[in-house]
């Protein structure tokens, strides 16, 4: 009997004991840096899914330009085919190997809009280059807010008293944030459609 009521008062002790080293908060925070992470993925998946349709534009007004369309395309292949995991978060190089296949994409559209500036005049060239900027913005927030959810849970795992949950009981380690690797990178391509300026 004795032997019961013990386990009766010792259970809500080791549960509050248990919460308070990270049971709870280091996974939750885990999983929330996952989450941030497929939005960045998903921000990245809407340009490329938007680069075709800029491609077909330019290539109907200008089919002299192949070579900076080609590099665009390829750069896209290049970049939808690199992926990382939640698994993944974990590994610097891999965000790596990822940010430099998004960071060529990024110059090449830069080169692409730099090429055109007389397609001002094309209503399609000038909404989808309206979205693109948009999804850059995107991006540049989900990039943030992913690196705030890494940082929130690297601080955790590495605080008192979580730090015991995440090293006796997870075995957490910490999570990489994403930087980007050329200067000036995270800087949506400018859009600009105005030929009166020189260059």
Request: with cysteine; net charge positive.
């Amino acid at each position: 009997m004795n032997r019961r009521l013990a386990a009766f008062v010792l259970a809500p002790v080791a549960a509050a004991s248990l919460s308070g080293c990270g049971v709870n908060s280091i996974p939750t925070a885990e999983e929330n840096a996952k989450a941030k992470w497929a939005d960045v993925q998903a921000a990245y998946q809407r340009r490329a899914s938007l680069i075709p349709n800029l491609v077909a534009t330019v290539k109907g007004a200008a089919a002299s330009e192949q070579n900076i369309l080609v590099g665009v395309t390829q750069a896209r292949a290049d970049a939808t085919k690199i992926q990382v995991s939640g698994d993944q978060l974990r590994d610097p190089a891999a965000l790596q190997h990822f940010a430099d296949a998004q960071n060529r994409l990024t110059l090449s559209l830069q080169r692409l809009q730099e090429a055109y500036p007389q397609l001002q005049s094309q209503g399609n060239f000038k909404t989808l280059m309206d979205q693109l900027e948009g999804t850059e913005n995107r991006i540049n927030i989900s990039i943030h807010d992913y690196n705030d959810a890494v940082q929130s849970y690297n601080t955790t795992i590495r605080t008192f008293p979580a730090v015991i949950g995440a090293k006796v009981i997870y075995g957490a380690r910490p999570m990489a944030t994403y930087q980007a690797t050329t200067p000036n990178a995270e800087t949506a391509p400018a859009v600009s459609f105005d030929t009166n300026t020189s260059r």
